[in-house]
């Protein structure tokens, strides 16, 4: 069974850094597109950033220029680093992965969400 665990939330102050990772374990051929959505309270989940198989990167205005997404193939793990945060960063952080199952089918597999806190 395919499963994805995120990681590395916490609380960070206004302005602070903070990187969130996202690993895929189980038994699967292949993972293809990682992407990282977001769920602040009372709002619904957003994407905000995404990297593709061959390491090309998208990125949501909001967080455009302060977070870069990556990932370490051999480790099936994506990170998200994020750096200048704001006040409005609050939110349940959840990573998404497509991937190759045994028998060669493609499923779409959501970790649980990591809580990150922005605040003073």
């Known amino acids: 069974q395919v499963q994805l665990v995120e990681s590395g939330g916490g609380l960070v102050q206004p302005g602070g850094s903070l990187t969130v990772s996202c690993v895929v374990t189980?038994?699967?051929?292949?993972?293809?597109?990682m992407d990282w959505h977001r769920q602040a309270p009372g709002k619904q989940r957003e994407w905000i950033a995404g990297?593709?198989?061959?390491?090309?990167?998208n990125y949501e205005d909001s967080v455009k220029d302060r977070f870069t997404v990556s990932r370490d193939h051999a480790k099936n793990t994506v990170y998200l680093q994020m750096n200048n945060v704001k006040s409005e960063d609050t939110a349940v952080y959840y990573c998404n992965a497509v991937v190759t199952v045994l028998g060669g089918g493609l499923r779409t597999y959501w970790g649980p969400g990591t809580q990150v806190t922005v605040s003073s």
């Open positions: 990297v593709s198989t061959g390491g090309g990167a």
């Open positions: 189980g038994m699967f051929i292949r993972v293809h597109d």
